[in-house]
């Protein structure tokens, strides 16, 4: 052992003292030691970690049951924003409307108030609802991300509190209950008041008691598996390795059509409307001259109420770099380097996936996802035309 540390030098070698015995070697201690020059050192036992809070939800217990009568004094807060002078208006503004301060819980950022969250499912007014407020933009994790966060433990049958989520925007002038994208119950403006706060209470009593809410867009699926794709260039071995790199990754051959001119991109758009609206649409885009031209046809499919899919447009040309600095990375909404590889394609995939679990449908589309969803046979509903026969048998009754 003596030639060995002369041998090793400085190296550094975990052993375990052991001792020899007539049936073997066995060893007497658990402590590490570590070889050095000269002899030989206790090794610094490593660092204690400590676990995140939300991988302790899955052993949550059953939820308690619902008390319905909601008042400010009973209702557990919890606020994230970033700015100091805002919080602090928001808080008086709680305050105001009977909210008691050591049931208003602040952080600055996204994660602050997921440990929040994690926290309350065993602590506060159990029975009541959960009041979470996030900021849109945030450091560390902003308020769409952790919107997404939340509906996602939601999902997964995770929380026993399952929290009512606002959105505070300055963009936002007045409330909006049916916004196009986050998974926001409702957005207030920026600052806030009491007349807002009351309306939100007004709103998360019907959502509590009679279970009235908008659809959040968390709970589509995402499965690589169920994605379309156009990959569009007129270099056919430029688009051959774009889209290869996707399939790699998970999505299907099947799903994918090439197109080597925007004639026929805007060709394959207006077929692919009329397909699944639950599936994304990804244009894996290597011509930056095309860029704006889809970005119109987009926009005015919008405003004629016909874009039922809307796109995920990925750049794949080979100046990505040089297009990203330009004015031009409006029309793109994630870029592929020049030299990408399979953590590259990975990247691109987890943020379309976050831009899909975080994009509403219009007003429009809504209507014909509801109309899809009717008998074409029949010019009611299923629910309605449930409650007529419910309706016959009263009478005939």
């Known amino acids: 052992l003596?030639?060995?540390?002369?041998?090793?030098?400085?190296?550094?070698?975990?052993?375990?003292?052991?001792?020899?015995?007539?049936?073997?070697?066995?060893?007497?201690?658990?402590?590490?030691?570590?070889?050095?020059?000269?002899?030989?050192?206790?090794?610094?036992?490593p660092r204690q970690r400590t676990p995140s809070p939300l991988r302790t939800l899955k052993q949550s217990a059953p939820a308690p049951a619902r008390d319905f009568d909601i008042s400010p004094p009973t209702t557990d807060v919890i606020y994230a924003e970033d700015e100091e002078v805002f919080r602090e208006t928001a808080i008086r503004e709680l305050l105001k409307?009977?909210?008691?301060?050591?049931?208003?819980?602040?952080?600055?950022?996204?994660?602050?108030?997921?440990?929040?969250?994690?926290?309350?499912?065993?602590?506060?007014?159990?029975?009541?609802?959960?009041?979470?407020?996030?900021?849109?933009?945030?450091?560390?994790?902003?308020?769409?991300?952790?919107?997404?966060?939340?509906?996602?433990?939601?999902?997964k049958k995770q929380l026993r509190r399952e929290p009512f989520v606002v959105c505070i925007s300055s963009i936002n002038k007045v409330i909006e209950v049916d916004e196009k994208g986050g998974n926001f119950q409702i957005v207030l403006p920026k600052p806030v008041t009491t007349v807002h706060l009351e309306e939100v209470m007004d709103y998360m009593r019907n959502w509590w008691c009679l279970g009235m809410g908008r659809e959040l867009p968390a709970w589509k699926e995402f499965e690589l598996s169920h994605i379309d794709m156009i990959a569009a260039d007129d270099e056919p071995v430029c688009r051959m390795a774009a889209y290869m790199a996707f399939v790699k990754s998970g999505v299907t051959q099947e799903s994918v059509t090439e197109v080597d001119d925007f004639e026929e991109l805007e060709e394959r758009l207006e077929v692919l409307q009329e397909a699944d609206a639950k599936r994304p649409l990804i244009i894996l885009l290597g011509q930056e001259a095309w860029a704006s031209n889809l970005?119109?046809?987009?926009?005015?499919?919008?405003?004629?109420?016909?874009?039922?899919?809307?796109?995920?447009?990925?750049?794949?040309?080979?100046?990505?770099?040089?297009?990203?600095?330009?004015?031009?990375?409006?029309?793109?909404?994630?870029?592929?380097?020049?030299?990408?590889?399979?953590?590259?394609?990975?990247?691109?995939?987890e943020y379309c996936r976050l831009w899909w679990l975080t994009r509403g449908h219009e007003p429009y589309q809504k209507a014909e996802l509801a109309a899809a969803a009717m008998d074409p046979n029949d010019s009611e509903p299923e629910a309605l035309s449930e409650c007529s026969d419910l309706e016959d048998e009263e009478e005939d009754g």
């Open 97 to 155: 409307i009977g909210c008691l301060r050591e049931n208003v819980h602040e952080a600055d950022n996204g994660l602050g108030a997921l440990e929040h969250l994690a926290r309350m499912q065993n602590e506060g007014n159990m029975s009541k609802p959960l009041l979470v407020l996030l900021d849109v933009r945030m450091p560390g994790m902003d308020g769409r991300e952790c919107a997404l966060q939340i509906q996602d433990l939601v999902k």
């Open 295 to 349: 970005r119109a046809w987009v926009l005015e499919a919008t405003a004629a109420k016909k874009l039922r899919r809307e796109p995920f447009v990925v750049c794949t040309s080979v100046d990505s770099d040089r297009i990203g600095a330009s004015t031009a990375v409006e029309n793109f909404h994630a870029f592929l380097p020049r030299t990408f590889q399979s953590n590259d394609v990975e990247w691109c995939l």
């Open 2 to 45: 003596q030639h060995s540390v002369s041998y090793l030098s400085s190296v550094r070698l975990r052993v375990v003292a052991c001792v020899c015995d007539f049936g073997g070697v066995a060893p007497i201690m658990s402590a590490g030691y570590v070889a050095q020059a000269g002899g030989l050192s206790v090794a610094p036992l």
